[in-house]
Nanobody
Framework: QVQLVESGGGSVQAGGSLRLSCAAS?????MGWFRQAPGKEREGVAG???????TYGDSVKGRFTISTDNAKNTLYLQMNSLKVEDTAMYYC???????????????????WGQGTQVTVSS
């Protein structure tokens, strides 16, 4: 089982930037970022394979970038041009099962971090 620890959340004004990190212990094939705002379902933000293939949710395309540092076994999410509606708890996820598309669907992942809060104010 992959263990995941997120960091980097915080408060920022609209238009600003934040970078989230997720330290992983154990091997993985897919990693992803999800978010959940109060009263809403968990939403897929971005996914990445160990080979570097990426996918993004429509609401963050062009603003967020997912990446990994394989030497550090760490996942990142660079968030630019933040909007108030990006406010949510952000979760890191991983799946060690090889193959297939590393989508932004929850069912693709079977390991989850505890989350880090991102708050964007106007």
């Amino acid at each position: 089982q992959v263990q995941l620890v997120e960091s980097g959340g915080g408060s920022v004004q609209a238009g600003g930037s934040l970078r989230l990190s997720c330290a992983a212990s154990g091997s993985w094939y897919c990693m992803g970022w999800f978010r959940q705002a109060p009263g809403k379902e968990r939403e897929g933000v971005a996914g990445i394979s160990s080979g570097g293939s990426t996918t993004y949710g429509d609401s963050v395309k062009g603003r967020f970038t997912i990446s990994t540092d394989n030497a550090k076994n760490t996942l990142y999410l660079q968030m630019n041009s933040l909007k108030v509606e990006d406010t949510a708890m952000y979760y890191c996820a991983a799946d060690p099962r090889y193959g297939g598309w590393c989508s932004t669907r929850r069912e693709r992942y079977n390991a989850w971090g505890q989350g880090t809060q991102v708050t964007v104010s106007s």
